[in-house]
């Protein structure tokens, strides 16, 4: 069994990190400094590391690139709703990161696993918050190219009703193309540096009928076209944020099971009683899982009862 733990920062978790058995740990962007990691590695030592890499979410890209801005297909704004993604066909956003993976490769870690590597929506919700995207002049253009016609239509809501019409599956695999380019980027990028470093991806667990083929649709996310690129899925297995019962859990873990590619689900920590939390960890550890993360450390150390749970499991 596999047991990792997310890290988002070094404050006040020496102690725990020196109690717990760990194979990995996965380590936020605040951890992206050779000083981090020099002070980490004394404490942990032999243990993997992995840097958790945002793709197209973060406020300091929605800064950098103000015109990779998401369009929505029915006029959403998402800025104004909190969601700090950019559009995925920006080439300024995907040099940026093949860079910051490059940058990234010149630290002592094991392991790169991209997060929000997909279209934006709201999914860890018990109803989740929908977005149709992207819709931008750029999008329109180059799936215009891909399909070698023209999209009709004088306002964004024309052309979204002739795509979803006439396009609706070149659409989605247009979507997904996009996505999956940015996986086969790191892959590259990697691959080229000669180092040996894993590559995984999060992704968020919906099945194929959810949503309307939503994984696909709205996400942009093909597992089928990502996983032989990768060396492990990390599906985010967070319960009760999906408003799930803990059952749940080992439902995923049969799922994923036919994805016939290593799998590290990742667990939550906060908003569930012990009993919760210890049946999640019985969960996600079920064969044929790789093991699980624990999400995450910061939170966990605040809840003595649950540090025990995970000592007791990672022995």
Sequence with gaps: MHKSIFLDSLNNTQEALKSITLDSIFIGSKLFSTESISSLRSIVKDTHIYADVPVFCGEDLV?????????????????????????????????????????????????????????????????????????????????????????????????????????????????????????????????????????????????????????????????????PLVETVSPMLYHKMCGKDVEWVKEKVNYYWNLGKPFLPLIQTGDVSLDEFKKSMEFAILKPSAGVCVFYLDDLIKQREKVDIVLDFFR
């Excluded at 940026?96 to 997060?115: A, C, V």
């Design 63 to 227: 800064k950098l690139f103000p015109d990779a801005v998401i369009i929505e297909a029915f006029g959403k704004d998402l800025v104004k709703d909190g969601i700090s993604f950019v559009c995925p066909t920006h080439s300024g956003v995907r040099e940026y990161f093949q860079k910051r993976i490059t940058d990234l490769l010149k630290l002592d870690i094991n392991g790169i696993w991209l997060d929000c590597a997909r279209y934006p929506t709201v999914w860890d919700k018990s109803n989740p918050i929908i977005y149709d995207t992207c819709y931008c002049k750029r999008c329109i253009s180059l799936f215009e190219k891909h399909i070698g016609e023209k999209i009709v239509g004088t306002t964004l809501e024309d052309k979204f009703l002739h795509i979803d019409g006439s396009y609706y599956i070149e659409w989605l695999r247009f979507k997904c193309d996009q996505i999956t380019s940015i996986v086969e980027l790191a892959r590259k990028t990697i691959t080229n540096s000669k180092k040996e470093m894993k590559l995984g991806i999060f992704v968020v667990p919906w099945e194929d009928s959810e949503y309307s083929a939503g994984i696909k649709r709205i996400l942009g996310i093909n597992i089928e076209q990502i996983s």
